[in-house]
């Protein structure tokens, strides 16, 4: 137990220091810029310009942050850090935690998903890198038809894994959950009805729908689950049955 708190606590330790650092970094180069050329906004003119923007991601912002917490552990500040966390990181440390059969909430997981973010972001540095050196000679290639064809199915795609690892039943650790997506059904509907609704102002209200749903989804789950209709299989009961079997 020792040491298990002295990771999470040097893990802790370590993402403040870097999260602060990084808006530091955010904050102070634009900061610097406008000092140095006498061009500093007014506050006015900011909050009109981003007064839009903070109503969609400010709670866009509160609803990943309680959604995603749970599955990143103490990796969730390197995530938040180098971003792309819906198509990118998140896939990534449900695919380790699949590919590991590690179980959600153990250090065991919590390093799998903080190597596999570190590892996900550095691969996304160096196709950057690649991308910046190549642009111009493979400028026809990319202006091509195929390639903007491509580049349509790329979000699909990486939404797939996602929607696959949902679907599975083992959610990693040998734990097996029966029927866990009766729980979404009310949000989705929910969802779908106020897409059909307000169409053009969903993307505006999308993060209040998700904090909205967070607890409609907890709530729904824990009364399927006292119900009977959703069941969790431990890897203790497995090897009971398995036991009994024989």
């Known amino acids: 137990m020792k040491n298990t708190n002295e990771y999470y606590e040097k893990m802790h330790r370590i993402g403040k220091i870097l999260t602060a650092a990084s808006v530091l ?21 900011l909050l ?3 007064g839009g923007l903070m109503a969609i991601f400010i ?21 938040c850090i180098t971003g792309n ?6 896939p ?28 996900s972001s550095l691969v996304t540095m160096i196709i950057i890198t690649l991308g910046v050196l190549l642009l111009t000679p493979l400028k026809p290639f990319l202006g091509s038809e195929v390639v903007a064809t491509s580049i349509n ?6 939404f797939g894994c996602i929607v696959l690892s949902m679907l599975s039943k083992d959610v990693g650790g040998g734990v097996t ?3 866990r997506l009766k729980a979404a059904i009310i949000p989705f509907v929910i969802c779908l009805i106020i897409c059909f609704i307000i169409p053009e102002y969903y993307s505006v209200v999308q993060g209040f729908i998700m904090i909205i749903c967070i ?27 398995a036991e009994e079997e024989v």
């Open 177 to 179: 959950i029966n029927g």
């Open 48 to 50: 009109l310009a981003a």
């Open 59 to 79: 709670p866009i912002s509160i609803a990943e942050t309680i959604a995603e917490t749970p599955i990143m552990g103490s990796s969730y500040y390197l995530t």
């Open 92 to 119: 990534a440390a449900l695919n380790a935690l699949k590919i590991a059969d590690a179980e959600q909430g153990t250090e065991e997981a919590d390093s799998l998903i903080g190597i596999a973010v570190a590892v």
């Open 25 to 45: 970094i955010f904050v102070g180069i634009p900061l610097v810029v406008c000092l140095r050329y006498d061009i500093m906004p007014r506050i006015s003119d």
């Open 85 to 90: 966390v819906l198509n990118l990181k998140l």
């Open 215 to 241: 607890p409609i989804i907890y709530f729904t789950t824990k009364r399927l689950y006292k119900k009977g209709k959703i069941t969790v299989t431990l890897p203790e009961e497995k090897e009971a049955s």
């Open 153 to 158: 199915y790329v979000l699909p795609a990486l």
